[in-house]
């Protein structure tokens, strides 16, 4: 008790805060005009500041959904340039695939090359006329290498070109204004893309 109190003659004054009745053990209702205090600044607290910097779960959700629904033309250009490099990359390694593919199979095909270069010396000689056997077989061998994709080039009569025909001989001609093969001595194959031999030619010369 203060000298005020005991000055005025008032009693003190005691407020029970207890949330428990102690003789009832019943919750006790706050009465009118009370609130509590602590909650309220606790949810002060727990509230974002108006016009506050903090970003929340709920803030960086909605900033991804709409960047996801209308992206910015920054991603925009980085989508398009990470696709193509994709493209590129997947296109890339198809094409070496098939290379790899076709030179697996020219390996294996290169050893019938003698056999083939027999069988166009027997044609030249008329060995391959009518349906005998030897030409029926040689037939179905033609066939079956170019199911696995051997072509044969250097024929008489084209421009001679030193990336598929090697010239074993040359001979100056007035018929010709090009070189120009005169003759085939041996077929040149490919297989695809991979060369596996070039065509061995006779060359006609334009006359100086």
Known sequence: MTDEQNQNGEEPVIRDKRKIDP?????????????????????????????????????????????AQEPSDEHLADLKRVTAEY??????????????????????????????DDLDRAEKHGDLEGDSAFATIAAKLRGATEKLGLSRFGEVGEPFDPQLHEAIFQQPSADVEVDTVADVVETGYQLGSV?????KVVVKTPQA
């Open 23 to 67: 003789e009832t053990g019943a919750v006790r209702e706050p009465a009118a005009g009370e609130t509590d205090a602590p909650a309220e600044a606790s949810a002060e607290a727990s509230a974002p500041a108006e016009g506050g910097d903090d970003l929340f779960v709920e803030d960086i959700l909605n900033a991804a959904n709409a960047e």
């Open 87 to 116: 493209a590129n990359y997947r296109k890339r390694t198809e094409q070496n695939r098939e290379l790899e593919r076709e030179r697996a199979v020219g390996q294996a095909v290169a050893v019938l090359l003698p056999v083939l």
């Open 195 to 199: 060369q596996l031999r070039p065509a």
